[in-house]
Structure formats: C-alpha cells, structure tokens
C-alpha cells in the first residue's frame, strides 16, 4: 500500500553542498512530477516525466536535474544548493496526462540550505 | 501566462459552519479544474470538474465550475475540527501532446470545536 514514497524526508544541506531526492511508486504509472511549496506560493512545477527516460522542464526549472531511467523512480537532483531552494518538495504521479483528475502525492521532504 | 487565485486566503470558523472557498482564474484553453485537501503533508484529491453548472458532491462537500465567469467554489457544510487543512485549486491546460496544473496559493480552513 505504498502509493508514492519520498526519501529522504527531511535534510539539512550548507550552500554549495549537492544532494539528490528519490521519488518511487509502485502504481505503474507514467507521467511522475517534481513540485515544490513554499509559503503563500503554492505548488509550483519544477520538472516531469511523461516516460521512463523521458524528462520536461516545468515552471521553475532552474538549479535542478532530474532522471527517469527507470519507470518506477523520479530523481530530483540539486547540484550546488542556494538557500533560495530550502522549501518542501513534494513527487506526485498520474496514470494518465492528469485527465483523469488525480495526482498521487508522496508525502514531501522538507530541504533546507543554510 | 496562466492564473489562479484563491480567496480568502485563510479562515477561522467553527463546527457546524458552512464555509464556501473560491476559486478564480484564467487559463489559456481550459481542460479541467481541480481541489485537492492538505493536512499535514501529502494533498489529496478531492474533485474534478470539466463541465458548466454540474455539481460534484462527497458527503459534506461539493463543488462547482462556471466556465462562463471562470470560477469554481467549493462548499463544506457542517464542519467538523477534522475538515481543518489547505485547500488547494488547480486548473488544467493543455500543453502540446501533454498538459499542466497551475495551483493556486491554497486556502487554509482551521475549525474549531
């Protein structure tokens, strides 16, 4: 009954330091996002995938890369992290191009860079 | 560039209220509107809606879209300290073979006993 799973959970990062976040799900789907939220902006897209080795630029893409080499994982990689990247980072994913409505969600990781 | 705004933004009632949260916005090509609940952590869904005038309704909660003036609201009556979350509104636009969510702010409900 895992549905989408985040690891790790939370993590303190200096800046400059790189680190990488791990999204899995188990519910064979396709298309499988990166969002971050932040206080009073929402959830704001940074990358996904539409396919295994697949992936697309979102709405704030900058300072981050991403990898979908298999069906089942999402990587979100910060290769120098900037105190503007501490935030709650949120992997969701979809069977379907979001048509069907519903966006499974893990449960976040909480990143902060001093 | 695509836009939604939720209103209010936060909103203290107390069980057995009946609240009503909004939700605007604009969108090149419009597919879907959603709202989604978040406790503590992960949002979950709660509905979706494609068409003018139709209510989606779950228990307590429901919902409806008006394409023409481009809102939706959502209404929870008989609250209970258990509805207490952010609500979260998205609205789907196509992209291409693919689409997008943009999500609004959220808006956060705390009800008290």
């Known amino acids: 009954n895992a549905g989408v799973t985040q690891t790790p959970k939370f993590r303190v990062l200096k800046t400059g330091q790189s680190m990488t976040l791990l999204c899995a799900q188990d519910?064979?789907?396709?298309?499988m996002y990166w969002y971050r939220q932040d206080p009073g902006m929402g959830l704001r897209l940074i990358h996904y995938s539409v396919g295994e080795g697949t992936t697309a630029k979102g709405e704030v893409p900058d300072g981050y890369n991403v990898s979908r080499l298999k069906k089942q994982n999402f990587l979100l990689g910060l290769e120098s992290a900037a105190p503007s990247q501490t935030s709650v980072y949120f992997c969701?994913?979809?069977?379907?191009?979001?048509?069907?409505?519903?966006?499974?969600f893990g449960e976040g990781s909480r990143l902060t860079v001093l | 560039e695509d836009k939604v705004v939720q209103s209010p933004l936060s909103l203290v009632v107390h069980e057995g209220d009946t609240v009503t949260l909004n939700c605007s916005y604009e969108?090149?090509?419009?597919?879907?509107l959603l709202w989604y609940k978040q406790e503590k952590k992960a949002p979950t869904f709660l509905f979706m809606l494609t068409s003018s005038g139709i209510e989606k309704k779950s228990g307590r909660l429901s919902s409806i879209l008006d394409k023409k003036e481009l809102f939706s609201i959502l209404n929870i009556t008989a609250t209970q300290t258990g509805d207490s979350a952010v609500y979260l509104c998205a609205v789907e636009a196509p992209t291409g073979a693919n689409s997008k969510l943009t999500f609004g702010k959220g808006i956060t409900l705390s009800v008290r006993p």
């Open positions: 519910m064979n789907h396709e298309y």
């Open positions: 969108v090149t090509n419009f597919r879907s």
């Open positions: 969701a994913s979809s069977l379907w191009p979001l048509h069907t409505g519903e966006l499974f």
